[in-house]
């Protein structure tokens, strides 16, 4: 196992630290045997991890694809609680463990299951498109989930004027951007009756055309990134390819050479032949993209990490498997409502 991280890892990982989670990395691999378990690794996890143990690795998207298709008994997911909760959702009868209790999301602490009843009652018959950065109980009031992968594939499947989009503030007016709709985020404080068709007022929350109804959510990582920060490395690098998540806010995602999911922005890089990238986007997963293409530099602003990504190690991984912990549950309810906003989705790609 050492061998085997240290060929992918050596100019990333210190060999003090390769050697003692290469340790980890067996004993993880042993128990996940024992336990007829499968691991899912997020794009996002630190590349010691990355390299090691999972059986699959990818986007939120991917690895619900992979969660709905496991037949092992247990579901290890080295991600966040949203992801964790997804597994759940598609596999009912099995075992799904979150490694670190706590690892939570700004977005999907951003919204809640009254905060879109609310929506659906000022906005009566429009459908409602969640982000998978939510939780189970906003899942089950949706219609249809999607992720940075598909989210403009999603909103256009709908055939819909209007359609409300939560909660990430950011990837709707880029999907408004991408789609050509125009976006209001409303209040939810009592408002005086809407108009009626050809009162409305241009621009306002009071029009009738408006097309995505947004909501203040955002993720804690992506919006702290700048055009600022994206100029500073241009003007050091000229000639740098920039890759920014469509979490980042619409000017970072103008300013870049391409915006698009983590398995996106991988994919773009084994496919380019630029000799240097900066991905804006959470440090370890520039870190992961670097490991696998030793030829290329990766640029990356590390100054912001994920707080809640960063809570899953190789440790907690292992004493997931050991202790059976943190058992994710879903109450039924609300799992067969959210089962179909996810299903819908994952019929779409
Ligand atoms: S990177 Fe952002 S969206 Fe992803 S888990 Fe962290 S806070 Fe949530």
Same mark, same amino acid.
């Given at each position: 196992?050492y061998?085997?991280?240290?060929?992918?890892?050596e100019?990333?990982?210190?060999?003090?630290?390769?050697?003692?989670?290469a340790e980890?990395?067996v004993?993880?691999?042993?128990?996940?045997?024992?336990?007829?378990?499968?691991?899912?690794?997020?794009n996002?996890?630190?590349?010691?991890?990355?390299?090691?143990?999972?059986d699959f690795? =990818?986007?939120? /998207?991917?690895? %619900?694809r992979?969660a709905?298709q496991?037949?092992?008994?247990?579901i290890? $997911?080295? &991600? !966040?609680?949203f992801?964790a909760?997804?597994?759940?959702?598609l596999?009912p009868?099995k075992?799904v463990?979150l490694?670190?209790?706590?690892? =939570?999301c700004s /977005?999907?602490? %951003?919204?809640t299951?009254?905060d879109?009843h609310a929506?659906?009652?000022? $906005?009566? &018959? !429009?459908p409602v498109?969640?982000?998978?950065?939510t939780?189970?109980?906003v899942?089950?009031?949706?219609?249809?989930c999607?992720?940075?992968?598909?989210a403009a594939?999603?909103?256009?499947?709908?055939?819909s004027?209007t359609v409300?989009?939560?909660?990430d503030?950011?990837?709707?007016?880029?999907?408004?951007?991408?789609?050509g709709?125009?976006?209001?985020?409303?209040t939810?404080?009592?408002q005086?009756p809407?108009?009626?068709?050809?009162?409305?007022?241009?621009g306002?929350?009071g029009?009738?055309?408006?097309?995505?109804?947004?909501?203040?959510?955002?993720?804690?990582?992506?919006?702290?990134?700048?055009?600022?920060?994206?100029e500073?490395?241009?003007?050091?690098?000229?000639?740098v390819?920039?890759?920014?998540?469509?979490e980042?806010?619409?000017?970072v995602?103008?300013a870049?050479?391409?915006?698009g999911?983590?398995?996106?922005?991988?994919?773009?890089?084994?496919?380019?032949?630029?000799?240097?990238?900066?991905?804006?986007?959470?440090c370890?997963?520039?870190d992961?993209?670097a490991?696998?293409?030793?030829?290329?530099?990766m640029?990356?602003?590390?100054?912001?990490?994920c707080?809640h990504?960063?809570?899953?190690?190789m440790e907690?991984?292992?004493d997931?498997?050991?202790?059976?912990?943190?058992?994710i549950?879903?109450p039924?309810?609300?799992?067969?409502?959210a089962?179909?906003a996810v299903?819908?989705?994952?019929e779409i790609g």
């Amino acid at each position: 196992m050492y061998e085997k991280m240290k060929a992918r890892l050596e100019k990333i990982v210190p060999d003090v630290e390769l050697r003692y989670k290469a340790e980890i990395a067996v004993e993880i691999n042993e128990l996940k045997k024992q336990k007829n378990a499968v691991i899912l690794g997020h794009n996002y996890m630190e590349p010691a991890l990355f390299y090691s143990v999972p059986d699959f690795t =990818g986007d939120s /998207l991917d690895l %619900s694809r992979k969660a709905a298709q496991t037949d092992k008994d247990i579901i290890v $997911f080295c &991600g !966040v609680r949203f992801m964790a909760e997804t597994a759940k959702i598609l596999n009912p009868s099995k075992t799904v463990l979150l490694p670190a209790e706590k690892a =939570g999301c700004s /977005l999907a602490e %951003s919204i809640t299951a009254e905060d879109v009843h609310a929506l659906k009652a000022k $906005f009566p &018959g !429009v459908p409602v498109v969640t982000y998978v950065n939510t939780y189970a109980d906003v899942k089950a009031e949706s219609d249809i989930c999607c992720t940075s992968s598909n989210a403009a594939a999603v909103v256009e499947s709908l055939h819909s004027d209007t359609v409300i989009f939560l909660p990430d503030e950011y990837l709707a007016k880029n999907v408004a951007n991408e789609t050509g709709k125009h976006i209001i985020f409303p209040t939810l404080a009592p408002q005086p009756p809407l108009p009626q068709a050809g009162e409305g007022v241009k621009g306002g929350e009071g029009q009738l055309d408006y097309q995505l109804i947004g909501w203040h959510g955002r993720c804690e990582v992506h919006e702290k990134f700048t055009v600022k920060d994206i100029e500073a490395v241009r003007a050091q690098f000229p000639d740098v390819v920039v890759l920014s998540h469509p979490e980042c806010s619409p000017e970072v995602v103008a300013a870049s050479n391409f915006s698009g999911s983590t398995n996106a922005m991988i994919r773009y890089v084994q496919q380019t032949k630029a000799p240097r990238y900066l991905v804006l986007t959470e440090c370890a997963m520039g870190d992961n993209i670097a490991a696998a293409n030793p030829e290329k530099d990766m640029l990356r602003l590390c100054m912001v990490r994920c707080p809640h990504m960063n809570t899953i190690t190789m440790e907690e991984t292992r004493d997931a498997l050991k202790f059976n912990r943190y058992v994710i549950d879903v109450p039924e309810e609300i799992r067969v409502r959210a089962y179909r906003a996810v299903q819908r989705m994952l019929e779409i790609g």
